[in-house]
């Protein structure tokens, strides 16, 4: 069993958590597998899965070694297919923004597959730094300001934000009509991944932004919790438009402040700085550039 053919073999087990089903899968005898493992920890000179009666699972070195097969792997089948002129083929791991993949890429995620067949598309769900080298992922797509990164940032979109609250806060404590009017108002508080802190209301007074820090009694993590809290009555809320369409054509929420811009909301895709850019992410970031393009 050459190297390459020992990479896939050791994929499979970690994949299947199992040397019987990955013997099965790949056509092979029991002891072949147990014997090509072995002859592959000796060359390597380390343990790369832990055994149990019930299940197999990575060492540390054995994860290791799994995100650098599946990039090896990956850039082989690449370049093969390059000079046979074939359709990108191959697993394709993305990291998204939950609530970005829901409302805008999963509607349209059948027409990308439907033109890509060969891709087996892998969705993880996230909003904080990832290692892509480490984590075996391809490409990542973020909102906000992006901190300092060694990966390309690619804006896709700017999203218009609007300030909220719900009908049932606004007729406890008054509807602003200015920002001198906020006092006495309070916010659903938003804990930011990057600082810890909670993040300020955000005004544009022309080129001068106006941060306000409101009291909160409720702080949260998640935007979706977020957007709930909102609607439930527990103070002033900032998000994408898009956000609120539903909460606001229902009457569920109403805008406040519409003649004070809160800001855009950057729309990024990440992936590495390399020359020789994936077929497969190089097509996925084609259709995501197409799926943003007209949303404001």
Same mark, same amino acid.
Request: glycine share 8%; charged share 25%.
């Given at each position: ?84 002129? +074939? &359709? ?9 923004? @939950? %609530?970005?993949? =829901?409302?805008?890429? *999963? !509607? ?85 991944? +990057? &600082? ?9 007074? @022309? %080129?001068?932004? =106006?941060?306000?820090? *409101? !009291? ?81």
């Amino acid at each position: 069993m050459d190297r390459f053919d020992a990479m896939r073999l050791f994929l499979r087990i970690v994949e299947r958590r199992s040397f019987t089903r990955a013997a099965e899968d790949l056509g092979l005898p029991r002891s072949t597998v147990t014997e090509a493992v072995k002859a592959l920890e000796a060359r390597l000179g380390v343990q790369l899965l832990q055994r149990t009666t019930r299940t197999v699972t990575p060492t540390l070195d054995g994860e290791a070694y799994y995100t650098h097969c599946l990039r090896l792997l990956a850039e082989l089948e690449d370049a093969e297919s390059a000079f046979r002129g +074939a &359709t990108p083929r191959g697993r394709l791991h993305v990291n998204l923004q @939950g %609530t970005l993949a =829901r409302t805008f890429l *999963l !509607p349209r995620l059948p027409e990308f597959l439907e033109v890509n067949p060969g891709i087996e598309l892998l969705l993880s769900e996230g909003d904080t730094y990832v290692d892509l080298v480490r984590e075996g992922v391809d490409c990542v797509l973020r909102a906000g300001q992006l901190t300092d990164s060694d990966m390309v940032a690619r804006r896709v979109a700017v999203l218009e934000e609007i300030t909220c609250a719900a009908p049932a806060y606004l007729d406890r404590h008054g509807t602003p009509q200015g920002l001198e009017e906020l006092e006495g108002h309070r916010m659903v508080g938003f804990r930011s991944s +990057a &600082t810890g802190g909670v993040l300020p209301l955000e005004f544009q007074l @022309g %080129t001068e932004t =106006r941060r306000v820090m *409101l !009291p909160c009694s409720f702080v949260v993590t998640g935007v979706e919790t977020y957007a709930a809290a909102g609607q439930a009555g527990f103070g002033l809320i900032q998000a994408p438009r898009y956000r609120f369409a539903e909460a606001l054509a229902s009457g569920a929420l109403r805008q406040v402040l519409p003649h004070l811009p809160v800001g855009t909301l950057p729309i990024s895709l990440l992936y590495p700085r390399s020359k020789h850019l994936s077929p497969r992410v190089r097509v996925f970031i084609d259709f995501v550039v197409e799926v943003f393009r007209d949303v404001r």
